[in-house]
């Protein structure tokens, strides 16, 4: 019994990390400008590894592998926002500024003429 | 499901080598071939070569990138363009694909016992591991102790590219050269990966003492060992500025790994020749002949690892020492 609701807990954050990663990946390619787009794919590397590394976990009970990825969700979840923000820095320092009145940071889309 | 995920993995990779090929920007192809190269690796994870993979991660993934993007910074990150038609080219790569596709009608089914690989050394080599060297990944045992020659080979390569590439960087330009002071700085203004990279750093290195040491029991060893510490290295350089990676690891002590790794490796085999046995058989080593294998190839994996991680850092430092040079 117990191992059913286990086993159905797992799948259910593992669906829902899944559904994490796609609304980081839609996100990714259609929303307008730099910011936002970063904004999309760090769900990835958060929600999305959280969820899918608890329902892996589960999965595994009370074993080394457990231990395991857990640490890998602990490595991820530390360099993963990271590399956003020395990402999201790195556009700032270049001159890319954020502006919510902006709707794309392609030249060609924001040509006022 | 590992095939058809197999099958996606490979599609995947196929539609990153166009991109490669088609893209204008070269920083954006540097991105893509690390790509390339992690989709490589778990490609060589299914088809269960642990060794193989890690190595294309560390390497591929990793370092190569690294040095790419040093390039980059030295030379321009568009492509130059180019006139004329390329129908030699086309024809070229038409008729080699062509070739290969039928090169492949003869090539037997995918993990087939019988095919000719797996009839010619490989059972002598499964049979006679557990009595002659005793350890548990076989890999280790061939390139160490069955193949050592190869490896002390690949080793020279390894030691010899690094000396061609510190003499075509260490030529000073013509012109009396400054080194620029704020470039050395790294991103000391950057907080965050400050202190997530002096986090991570310790346990990088420690990860690659452990893929070192433990390559006897589990994928890893001394090629793999050398790149992983390397690439924590170049991540403090990055971070904490190169003067401060140099002081850290001084470029004598790089070279001194590169040289003294690969002559570790050669010594061992002397070694053997003197305590009388051939050249590169360890198990004059001990008393014991088994044991005397196994010391044997953790010695000249210690070897290997100084020479790929002095090697990998030296590259590196001599493109950064480029870029500060005006």
Known sequence: MIDLLLDILSWLLLVLGGVCVLIGGIGGLRLPNFYTRIHAASLTDTMGTILIFVGMMLQAGLSLAALKLFAIMLFLLLTGPTATYALANAALLSGLKPDAGIASDDPQENDPE | ?326
Not at chain 2, 178 to 194: E, F
Not at chain 2, 200 to 210: D, N, Q, R, S, T
Not at chain 2, 220 to 241: R, S
């Open chain 2, 1 to 326: 499901m590992i095939f058809i995920f197999a099958v996606f993995l490979l599609t995947l990779l196929v539609i990153t080598a166009i991109a490669i090929v088609r893209t204008e920007d070269l920083f954006v192809a540097v991105m893509l071939t690390s790509i390339f190269s992690l989709l490589m690796a778990a490609n060589f994870f299914i088809l269960d070569a642990a060794d193989v993979a890690l190595t294309e991660a560390a390497v591929g993934a990793g370092v190569t990138t690294v040095i790419f993007l040093c390039a980059l910074a030295l030379t321009g990150d568009r492509e130059k363009p180019r006139q004329g038609s390329r129908w030699i080219t086309f024809s070229t790569v038409g008729v080699l694909a062509l070739l290969i596709i039928y090169a492949t009608f003869d090539k037997p089914r995918l993990g087939d016992p019988d095919a000719p690989v797996h009839q010619h050394v490989a059972p002598w080599y499964l049979e006679k591991t557990p009595e002659y060297i005793d350890i548990p990944n076989v890999v280790t045992a061939i390139l160490g102790s069955f193949r050592g020659y190869d490896t002390l080979g690949e080793v020279f390569v390894v030691f010899a590219a690094c000396i061609g590439v510190l003499f075509i960087l260490g030529v000073r330009p013509p012109r009396k050269a400054v080194a620029l002071s704020d470039k050395s700085k790294g991103l000391r203004h950057h907080l965050i990966p400050q202190v997530v990279g002096r986090l991570l750093i310790p346990f990088i290195v420690l990860f690659g003492l452990y893929v070192q040491f433990h390559g006897e029991y589990g994928p890893g060893g001394g090629f793999q060992a050398g790149a992983i510490i390397a690439t924590g290295i170049i991540l403090y350089a990055l971070l904490e500025g190169e003067a401060n990676a140099l002081r850290a690891v001084p470029r004598k002590v790089l070279l001194g790994m590169v040289v003294g790794g690969a002559m570790l490796y050669g010594a061992v085999g002397v070694v053997c020749m003197l305590m009388g046995g051939a050249f590169l058989d360890y198990s004059v080593l001990a008393s014991d002949p088994v044991f005397g294998q196994q010391l044997g190839i953790l010695i000249i994996e210690a070897g290997v690892g100084m020479a790929v991680c002095g090697a990998l850092l030296s590259i590196f430092h001599a493109f950064a020492a480029r870029e500060g040079l005006s």
